[in-house]
């Protein structure tokens, strides 16, 4: 589920397509779903949902690739395109407006000149997030390999011996403080700032494995869910 930048709710489903919602009007008193019409949508997987800084609305899907979808015109972005593999599975847009997407089992893809190329610069096939923060630096979290930060000096590994929870990493976000919160795949979470991880969240009574994402809201209070440990709300000195 996501929202464009007109505020309209958008759904995508499992072999379904993608849906709208349509608010509610003269002729109806209730919010209800509206499938998208186009033929090229209907039976998709939609794995991930991406809105650019132009409004474009951008689907990762299982084995169908990438959909844009532009002022309701669609174009499907597969092997012909670049990609060479088509199960998408995060995308994310950099700074200087340079698109991101990543598959499962052959890394990430960058955008130039309206097709995909193959970014061979992070050393791993699965890809599970990818991030800037707030000095430009681009992350990458693998399953296997640890993360990767990308800097105007080259490109750094993190692995558990470095301070890293787990090597496989699944989630990453970046909240008000320019912290770097880290969601593994089976032992729980971490953070990166100012050069150094802090692993001691287990002690805190946070008891979440697998971790599928993190949300900050208004008073800079963390939520953080788990796949199968429920949600936990986390803020310092509370």
Known sequence: IFKDRAGNTWAGSNQKGLFKMELPGPDRDVEHLVRFDDERLKGLKIETAFVDREGTIWLGTTRSGLVRLRESIVKVYSKPDGLKNTI???MHQAPNGIMFAS???DGVYYRKDGRFHRYGKINSAYIWS???DRDGNRWFSTYGAGIFKQDEKGIIQYREPDGLVENSVISM???SKDTLW???AE???CTYRNGRFDRS?????FRGKSISGFMEDSRGAMWI???ANGLYRYKKGE
Request: proline content about 0%; overall charge positive.
């Open 182 to 184: 880290i969601g593994s």
């Open 88 to 90: 998408m599975l995060t």
């Open 201 to 205: 969240y287990q002690s805190k009574g």
């Open 130 to 132: 990818i991030i800037t």
């Open 173 to 175: 976000f970046i909240d």
């Open 225 to 227: 869910g788990t796949v």
């Open 103 to 105: 598959t499962n089992g």
């Open 187 to 189: 032992k729980g979470i």
